[in-house]
């Protein structure tokens, strides 16, 4: 799993301090630690450093057999060299794929990945997601479609995500029409 918690506890901060000073080619086998904080604090280090290096070894991680290093690995791809995102066409492929993973858990950090590279063209196929029975899915398609002009139907798959028993989805559907709403008030007048 990625380290959802945001709570930033002394270890923690100490962690992505020292984190800071390892070069890269020593972060890249700590992508797949055990330990889902030492993932998370050196996946988000080496999505901001990017780099071709990083690029290749979270291809790799992308077929490992264990889930959490799929995971990770979706996650580093959505923002990998943030801002630019110089892989993104390279990363969209392998992000389609892994929405095809058997865990849910990869599917979501794919979903994700993928509105972080506003990948509108894959709209119909990550709405088809919304239905899924978990809610860390439905979650990240919500999240997702914050990123992408929307269409009518994905404009009906947020308002019907609106009214999730999950508070979380709801926040995230609700925050996805606000984007549109807001990209609709100030697109440029023809």
């Known amino acids: 799993m990625i380290d959802q918690n945001v709570s930033y506890s002394t270890i923690k901060v100490l962690a992505a301090e020292a984190i800071l000073k390892y070069p890269t080619e020593s972060l890249l ?68 794929t892994l929405l095809l993973d058997d865990y849910y858990e990869v599917q979501g950090a794919a979903i994700a990945a993928l509105g972080h590279l506003k990948v509108s063209e894959m709209l119909p196929d990550i709405m088809e997601f919304a239905l899924s029975a978990e809610d860390y899915i439905k979650e990240n398609v919500a999240f997702t479609l914050s990123f992408l002009d929307l269409n009518k139907m994905a404009i009906k798959v947020l308002k019907k995500l609106k009214l999730d028993n999950n508070p979380d989805i709801r926040d995230w559907a609700e925050f996805a029409l606000s984007e549109h709403r807001m990209r609709i008030k100030n697109a440029p007048q023809s």
């Open 29 to 96: 086998p700590m992508l797949t630690d055990d330990d889902p904080v030492v993932r998370t604090l050196v996946a988000r280090e080496l999505q901001a450093r990017g780099g071709q290096d990083v690029f290749s070894h979270v291809s790799e991680v992308v077929t490992s057999k264990r889930f959490e290093h799929r995971e990770i690995a979706a996650f580093v791809l959505g923002q990998l060299g943030t801002p630019k995102f110089p892989f993104r066409e390279q990363s969209i492929p392998i992000l389609r």
